[in-house]
């Protein structure tokens, strides 16, 4: 297909805003949670304004110390982290992170987290009173807290009963993200659809390992740390399809994207927007990079509007 | 603190597995301060995934080819060969493109004028010293000790001397000067010079065996540390340290790429410091 053209030759911009849960995004392009600081991290690099949200590190109602070091290491194409769900807590959070936040116009989306279902009901009812909020994205999948979320995210059963109890405490959209750790990643997608989520993100990391041969330890001292990277993309993209073929809510995908061409695969196979993680802390200005690349896709392609794109793999 | 695609402008052996890179690098002169370091980008391809941190170890003008031509301003980083990323940044050349984000962290506290500095720097830790006894010089003695495993170890010994640095060389093996450890050579300076400052970049246990004797004499002392990193401007939090009064119930983290890499000795917890071997990048 050849690219529309303007009477004057310049080539039609593509429309690039998605919608999900009546959340109105001017890109489908985000942050992932935790490898985006509370969005301030990377103002010096990034405009912040340019990104369809901004999405930030995941909070709990105090603030949590985190895991002992080391805590990062790499792997072939991708990291394994183990940071422990490190961050200031809720009050600080409103205090001082927040008003930063507020410049900005892109939707502010908070990743949030629970070690009890009280925890994540409590959470989600502070969070639904604060105007500066656009949406929240449920975190029932972090792999590297003991006795956090694990739990939640790979049994459907608790899955379902903690996101219908956050329902019912909040009127914002409620994202909620997945971990793929489980067997049938199907079953947890519709135990949360059921329970009243909005929208599905996913996926979180992969649990994995890496061994330092000369002293036969761990390379990351929690042992098991959470994959994510270029390495993940293949599995991540075969999970967002498998799930949009279970559910109708909006499902965001997530995943070792660190290009367009990275990006447009989930869009193909139905996610409605995209998260990017990892490539962050490679190059602070990946999503801006991300976001060009899918329009000049579409004006190379002759779409004119990016909605037209997703949800059309071809099998 | 920018990401600028740029070019390498020389890249040498100066020492066997140790590397001296020369980059294109506007406004670092005015911008990095001793201690400050990059994000270092070795390709854009994989792997490596991620960057690499590094030292400045100066920054500086190349001489135009032309008269009335602007100067060029470069950094220089010096590498050890260690693993993945460094095995294959000695492969590249003059007009490599790489990528460099920086400079970043808090560097060093310059001190009082005129009082005596010692300088400690255990093998790849002399890097970001350099800057800093270029910056004290002007106005106070300093002294640097430098040590190594062997006299492989010991680099840019002239260059600091041209400075005006006093520089006392100790090895393991004693194949370069005395034979034993820089902590040795330490001690008996502070016994001379007791109101010294002292100034530490090195492997963990060197570090820690400084602080020691600093913390015995109520020395001053400010480290430079070495972490694996993935994002160095605060967002990953991988590479957090202890910080003085941490406790489980009171968990106190310092970033090393935000809130250091250089600390003061009293910011940290030593009881706890985490010593990950940050030599080999984290990748095999």
């Known amino acids: ?315 | 603190m920018k990401n600028r695609k740029t070019i390498i402008l020389s890249n040498q052996e100066i020492s066997p597995g140790y590397y001296r890179m020369q980059i294109l690098a506007p406004e670092y002169n005015r911008l990095a301060k001793p201690g400050q370091f990059v994000m270092f980008r070795v390709q854009r391809s994989l792997p490596p995934l991620l960057r690499r941190p590094f030292g400045i170890f100066r920054t500086g003008y190349v001489e135009p080819d032309c008269d009335g031509m602007p100067a060029k301003e470069f950094i220089e980083i010096i590498y050890k060969v260690v693993g993945t990323g460094t095995g294959i940044m000695q492969e590249l050349h003059q007009g490599d493109r790489i990528e460099l984000l920086g400079p970043l962290g808090r560097g060093f506290d310059l001190g009082d004028p005129d009082e005596e500095k010692i300088l400690v720097g255990g093998g790849i830790g002399l890097v970001p010293l350099y800057m800093l006894a270029e910056k004290m010089v002007v106005n106070s003695n300093v002294r640097l000790l430098m040590g190594g495993r062997t006299r492989d170890d010991i680099i840019t010994v002239t260059e600091f001397e041209r400075l005006g640095v006093g520089t006392y060389v100790s090895t393991e093996d004693g194949s370069l000067g005395e034979e034993g450890l820089v902590t040795q050579v330490l001690e008996r300076k502070l016994d001379k010079y007791p109101k010294a400052s002292v100034y530490a970049c090195g492997p963990m246990p060197m570090i820690d065996a400084v602080q020691q004797i600093c913390s015995q004499r109520g020395t001053p002392l400010q480290v430079s540390l070495e972490a694996l990193m993935a994002c160095g401007v605060g967002a990953c939090l991988g590479c957090v340290v202890k910080g003085a009064g941490h406790s489980a119930d009171h968990p106190h983290y310092l970033c090393t790429c935000k809130q250091g890499p250089v600390f003061h000795a009293g910011e940290l917890d030593w009881s706890r410091l985490a010593t990950p071997d940050a030599e080999c990048g984290g990748d095999q």
């Not at chain 1, 979180?204 to 390379?219: E, F, H, I």
């Not at chain 1, 409605?272 to 899918?294: C, E, K, S, Y």
């Open chain 1, 1 to 315: 297909m050849a690219a529309q053209k303007t009477k004057t030759g310049t080539p039609v911009r593509p429309n690039m805003a998605v919608e999900i849960a009546g959340l109105k995004l001017k890109n489908p392009v985000m942050p992932a949670s935790g490898t985006f600081g509370y969005g301030e991290e990377y103002a010096p690099y990034l405009d912040l304004n340019r990104l369809g949200a901004i999405i930030t590190k995941g909070l709990s109602l105090q603030p949590k110390a985190g895991n002992e070091t080391p805590r990062i290491c790499e792997t072939v194409s991708g990291m394994l982290n183990a940071i422990g769900l490190q961050n200031v807590g809720i009050e600080a959070f409103i205090e001082d992170k927040m008003p930063f936040l507020a410049q900005y116009d892109a939707p502010v989306i908070v990743n949030f987290f629970g070690n009890t279902r009280d925890e994540y009901a409590e959470l989600a009812a502070r969070l639904d009173e604060l105007p500066g909020v656009a949406a929240l994205e449920m975190n029932i999948s972090c792999p590297n807290v003991k006795q956090g979320g694990i739990v939640f995210g790979t049994e459907a059963g608790a899955a379902h009963e903690v996101v219908a109890l956050v329902r019912k405490k909040t009127r914002k959209p409620l994202i909620v993200k997945l971990t793929p750790n489980v067997t049938d990643i199907q079953v947890t997608a519709r135990a949360v659809e059921d329970a009243g989520a909005d929208a599905i993100s996913l996926i979180n990391t992969l649990t994995g390992m890496a061994v330092d041969v000369k002293t036969r330890k761990p390379r990351i001292a929690n042992t098991i740390g959470g994959l994510s990277g270029p390495a993940i993309r293949p599995i991540a993209v075969r999970m967002v399809h498998q799930v949009v073929q279970a559910v109708k809510v909006p499902v965001i995908g997530i995943g070792g994207i660190s290009r367009a061409m990275d990006a447009l695969e989930f869009l193909i196979v139905g996610a409605r927007a995209v998260q990017v993680g990892t490539a962050n802390f490679v190059d602070p200005h990946a999503m801006a990079t991300i976001i060009d690349g899918l329009e000049e896709f579409c004006q190379n392609e002759g779409i004119t509007d990016i909605n037209e794109l997703i949800g059309t793999l071809e099998v």
